[in-house]
């Protein structure tokens, strides 16, 4: 049966749904822009972008004034609504690597202000045909906001505001991350019968195995179950005096061992009496201890002190938010949102030929050539 003649302003968007999804996106991103162009705050807010960016900050007034007139400079008009040098610096700040590398030369300037007029092109005939109002758009719009508002929040906290006295806080607080003891690792095979241990050291001495291959002979003769089902791993361990409760707890007289080889890869010259026998040892890794000054730290200090001021201030201000607010929950219609696990997509469905299979088959076994 044929499928009668679609007519009407969206006879194209409803024949092409790939395409009307993209004006719709671009319709929602482009409103927002057109907005801030019309009015004040839109200017404001792209000379605060400006300044974030580094122009005109601490310059004298009439130069800053000179910045301010040249951003506004008319670079193209398109259907009337025109494209002014922000627009396009503030477009160019979202380009990717490649694209800023093109924007060097005066052709790549050219190529890139003709792909901000089809995109514009685009998102005029998406509001025309009405995709501005279009659900998806509404909540790409309302994402957007959401996301400029929370960086206008953020924006309030300078690193200028960063004192000494945070950075000596947050150092302190974080000694772990500064001071680090030495951690070494190692390998044992443990035996109770100490000839046959005697007479694994002496060969393994002599042939000097690989970590690989000592780690298969732990696993096939340790006599301790613990170790032994990881290959003898000890994972990294500190001396006694710098263990902490999160470290493994390791004989003492294994430690001594392990710590006085230099090498990964050396086999202990001796038999380690520990663990109810004796044991190979030999040494896999090995991590120098930490010791950074707080001066050393200050310039990573300031930056990490910058973002929590940052996160603590933006959490002030949406709990202040949320204070003056009406919010009712609804808790028990949660249980009506369905989530499919495999997609991570609310309400996701298989689409056409992506049908799930019947239960109890099983994919045949490939054939080996």
């Known amino acids: 049966m044929r499928r009668p003649e679609r007519t009407g302003k969206h006879e194209l968007f409803s024949t092409q749904p790939g395409l009307r999804i993209m004006l719709v996106l671009i319709a929602a991103f482009f409103c927002l822009a057109f907005q801030a162009a019309a009015g ?7 000379g605060k972008e400006g300044a974030a960016a580094g122009d005109g900050k601490g310059l004298k007034p009439e130069l800053s004034a000179a910045i301010e007139k040249h951003k506004n400079t008319v670079l193209a008009e398109v259907n009337g609504k025109k494209i002014t040098v922000n627009d396009f610096e503030t477009a160019a700040r979202r380009a990717s690597p490649m694209q800023i590398q093109e924007l060097g030369t005066p052709q790549g300037k050219k190529k890139f ?118 290959g003898g791993d000890l994972r990294f361990f500190t001396r006694a005096k710098d263990r902490k409760e999160s470290d493994p707890k390791v004989d003492e007289a294994i430690v001594q061992a392990a710590f006085s080889l230099k090498n990964d890869g050396d086999i202990y010259p ?20 930490l010791d950074i000054s707080f001066k050393e730290a200050k310039p990573r200090l300031k930056m990490l002190v910058y973002r929590e001021k940052r996160r603590v201030g933006v959490e002030e201000e949406l709990k202040k938010l949320q204070d003056k607010s009406k919010i009712e929950y609804i808790d028990d219609n949660l249980s009506l949102v369905k989530i499919d696990m495999r997609t991570g997509q609310p309400g996701a469905r298989r689409g056409p030929g992506r049908a799930r299979k019947p239960a109890g088959k099983k994919r045949p076994a490939r054939k080996k050539p």
């Not at 004040?40 to 792209?46: I, L, N």
């Not at 663990?275 to 120098?288: A, P, Q, S, W, Y």
């Open 270 to 289: 001796k038999l380690i009496k520990a663990n109810g026998g004796f044991n190979v040892l030999m040494r896999t890794g090995f991590r120098k201890p």
């Open 40 to 46: 004040d705050d839109g200017k404001a807010a792209a």
């Open 113 to 230: 202000l003709d792909q901000m007029i089809r995109m514009w092109l685009l998102a005029q005939k998406a509001r025309a045909a009405g995709l501005d109002k279009d659900p998806e758009a509404v909540r790409v719009m309302k994402n957007q906001l959401a996301s400029i508002m929370h960086r206008e929040l953020a924006s309030k906290i300078s690193e200028d505001d960063v004192t000494e006295a945070e950075m000596r806080e947050f150092y302190d607080s974080h000694a772990e991350n500064y001071h680090k003891p030495a951690k070494t690792r190692a390998r044992v095979i443990m035996l109770k019968d100490r000839a046959q241990a005697k007479e694994l050291l002496d060969r393994l001495t002599k042939d000097k195995p690989s970590q690989h291959e000592f780690r298969r002979l732990a696993q096939e003769n340790s006599e301790d179950e613990e170790t032994r089902l990881r």
